[in-house]
């Protein structure tokens, strides 16, 4: 499956993306004000019953979709204070049942 994720970027490993400038200044404040701006998700289902299996299932084939999905931040080595999304196989959003 070919991805645009890492399209026309000036980094060594093609499953890396380089932050933007305003990119980095986000993640720069959120660290500053301790996650703020976090990235997350509360879904609340209503209708037929979907069972945690199904989800699991679902949010992965969405994930094996969506690079941005299964990619992790890191800092960037080549330049200080600055960050990269790294696409990662084996990451799984994590899902948590709420009774």
């Given at each position: 499956m070919s991805s645009d994720?890492?399209?026309d970027l000036p980094v060594n490993d093609v499953r890396q993306r380089l932050l933007s400038?305003?990119?980095?200044?986000?993640?720069r404040t959120?660290?500053?004000?301790?996650?703020?701006?976090r990235l997350g998700?509360?879904?609340h289902l209503q209708g037929p019953y979907i069972s945690l299996e199904t989800l699991t299932s679902v949010i992965g084939?969405?994930?094996h979709r969506h690079p941005f999905l299964r990619s992790r931040l890191k800092i960037n080595p080549t330049k200080p204070d600055t960050y990269?999304?790294?696409e990662d196989e084996t990451l799984r959003l994590k899902i948590r049942e709420i009774p």
């Open positions: 994720f890492h399209q400038p305003a990119e980095n200044a986000l993640i959120s660290l500053q004000h301790q996650g703020y701006m998700q509360v879904l084939h969405l994930q990269l999304m790294e």
